[in-house]
């Protein structure tokens, strides 16, 4: 081989950018990295010599003396719901516009790993999105400061001074508890979803509200948050136990719709079924389902706002509140 061929075959690194450019391997490293303190002459001489050579600069190495990856983070319980799908989808687009990428990591609704998933995660890129954390209270606060920066979704913790983004789950069940109302509906069923979801509390606390005032009877049957999770339980809704049905989220009410067809049960004729959420695919069962609307784009790019600020050093956004939205679709008729 050619001392040629032997230069030529030698890798692309720093030393050789900055010998072939005729400056320090400090002054490279600063032209890599976007800074603005380099005279422009310094600066294209060696992006000239680092495209001679076709050097690019190692991520981990830029990471490391920057302090920075460029990457954040989310958190989910359950990434097999279309609906944190979604928020994860508007998050790694916003984020991207910034040059950010994304980190997912799925607790599979394990309240005792999920803080170890959490802290994980955190260490490995600049900020974290929690994204409906199972998780107590008391916990989260207590690892607060080993997830800072982070953003909150879809909770609110009292005392716990983190930017936050959520859903008025109480007004959206309020919502559907008035337009089944409207329809003559007093025998209500919920299928509740995961214990540890404060959204669930609040939906089934509500409900209780209206029972307590009288305006409805409530049956509260333990599910889940899947569609396995409604199809089990649709044997339990026959037999005169309700005439309306409000599932912890759509694919509750997906699997209740599929059981309840399958048991020759006639939707909404003989029970209506609501779900909560209005993921894609409601609008496509049979009957269409009736349910509250959340946006998990705004979410997302809400939650990224946040996020970004708090990169930046700068005061979040306020925290924010969507209100769901009421569709009415087939699902839901006049009480039998």
């Not at 983070?73 to 799908?85: C, G």
């Not at 919502?175 to 669930?200: C, E, I, K, M, Q």
């Not at 759509?250 to 599929?258: E, H, N, P, R």
């Not at 979040?316 to 006049?334: C, E, K, M, N, Y």
């Amino acid at each position: 081989m050619t001392a040629q061929a032997r230069e030529e075959a030698r890798p692309a690194t720093i030393s050789r950018v900055a010998e072939l450019a005729g400056v320090s391997r400090a002054t490279v490293s600063r032209v890599m990295n976007g800074s603005s303190t380099v005279a422009p002459e310094l600066s294209e001489r060696v992006r000239a010599a680092a495209a001679t050579l076709n050097y690019q600069p190692s991520v981990l190495a830029r990471s490391l003396a920057v302090g920075r990856t460029s990457t954040i983070a989310l958190v989910v319980p359950d990434l097999a719901n279309p609906m944190f799908q979604d928020v994860l989808r508007s998050l790694s687009h916003a984020a991207a516009t910034r040059g950010h990428r994304l980190l997912v990591a799925d607790s599979e609704e394990n309240v005792a790993e999920e803080g170890l998933i959490a802290v994980e995660a955190r260490r490995r890129c600049d900020g974290l999105v929690l994204c409906a954390p199972r998780m107590p209270d008391e916990e989260l606060a207590a690892l607060a400061p080993q997830l800072a920066p982070f953003v909150l979704v879809n909770r609110d913790t009292a005392g716990l001074s983190v930017p936050s983004v959520n859903v008025d789950y109480a007004a959206g069940m309020r919502d559907l508890v008035s337009h089944l109302l409207g329809l003559g509906h007093r025998r209500f069923a919920y299928l509740a979803g995961p214990p540890t979801s404060s959204s669930n509390q609040l939906r089934l606390s509500t409900l209780r509200g209206f029972a307590a005032a009288g305006k409805l009877e409530l049956a509260e049957l333990d599910c889940g948050a899947t569609f396995s999770d409604g199809h089990a339980v649709a044997g339990r809704l026959i037999d005169g136990v309700c005439t309306a049905v409000i599932a912890y989220n759509d694919l509750v009410a997906f699997g209740a719709l599929s059981g309840l067809h399958e048991l020759g049960v006639s939707v909404p004729h003989q029970i209506s079924i609501a779900g909560f959420d209005d993921i894609p695919f409601a609008r496509y069962t049979t009957p269409p389902l009736t349910t509250a609307s959340v946006p998990p784009s705004e979410i997302g790019q809400e939650a990224w706002q946040r996020l970004w600020s708090l990169l930046g050093g700068e005061p979040a956004a306020p925290d924010i509140q969507f209100r769901p939205r009421l569709v009415v679709r087939g699902s839901t008729g006049p009480a039998a």
